[in-house]
């Protein structure tokens, strides 16, 4: 815009340069001159109109840009809070023993898992508690045996990438 700025004022510069130059005789010829002067500034003038109002469109289209940006930004920022959410209560829930994962879904209550662990250690019995839970009638053996089975492959998923190896299928399954 500076550029026609400049223009326009060399276009008038000229002007009066011509008129002062060319003096009162000149009258037709420093008239035509003047006419197409004057032509000049006003295609000037439109054009500048033009360019202020492209640049007032551009302004608006930045704008919109910057809104749908922050809103993109605002989108990923809850994507990536999301993901993270997910990976800790992933985290959790591969850490935790095979009764709490019982007690945590629901399937038992904390008071029966105490009171399995507290008859393993009164009779001696050798059973892993989840299985003295299903002895006890506090859980279906074939519930405990899905249980089971998600909460191995849980395991194994999460050690696989750690590089250990998968537990042993034979443990009591208390933490």
Known sequence: MDIVYILLACCVAGVLLYSKLSG???GVAARAVEAALERD???MELRLANLTEECGTLQANVASMRGRLHTHAEHEADRA???????AQSATEQRESLPERLVRKGLVNA???AKAEAY???TGNPLPTEEILALLDFIAPDVLRAERDEHRRQTRTAAAPEAGPAPAEGG???A
């Open 120 to 122: 393993r250690r009164n």
């Open 172 to 174: 009591d399954g208390t």
């Open 24 to 26: 009162s005789g000149g």
């Open 111 to 113: 008071d029966q898992v």
């Open 41 to 43: 500034i006003q295609l």
């Open 81 to 87: 809070r999301q993901l993270r959410d997910a990976a």
